[in-house]
């Protein structure tokens, strides 16, 4: 279930230009944050973050920021256009079976994932 939460910033560990893992002040909880545009975070920084739960490792998955100490929203690739890609592949090559089993079940995974991360990004 989506969810937003806020706080600010206390400590935060880069894992490459497009993904980070922080925690809010008074929190134990790590959040994690894939996005498809550099990210921008400082400690000390007002942070709103749009996700949910990942109930297998105890984590919050973020999949939209806004960082109002500088301005800055972000949000992860939906991935909608990629989703239609295989529904389309797997229904033009359905005459091999294997497609129609594999890529079309992928691309309606892509299109409510999509759905997602616009309902988060629309959250904040």
């Known amino acids: 279930m989506l969810r937003k939460i ?3 910033v206390r400590t935060y560990r880069p894992i490459d230009v497009r993904n980070v893992q922080f925690e809010f002040q008074g929190s134990n909880r790590i959040i994690d944050l894939c996005l498809d545009q550099p990210w921008l975070l400082k400690d000390g920084d007002q942070v709103v973050v ?3 739960d990942d109930g297998r490792s ?3 998955n973020g ?3 806004r960082n109002d100490s500088r301005e ?3 949000k992860t690739d939906p991935g909608i256009l990629e989703g239609y890609l295989y529904i389309v592949m797997g229904l033009l090559f359905s005459w091999a079976i ?3 089993f594999t890529h079309v079940p992928a691309g309606l995974r892509r299109l409510a994932f999509g759905r997602k991360v616009d309902r988060a ?3 904040l």
Do not use: C, I, K, Q
């Open 121 to 123: 990004a629309a959250m």
């Open 63 to 65: 999949y939209a920021y």
């Open 98 to 100: 294997f497609p129609l």
């Open 50 to 52: 749009a996700g949910e």
């Open 6 to 8: 806020e706080g600010t």
């Open 58 to 60: 105890g984590r919050f």
């Open 72 to 74: 800055v929203f972000g």
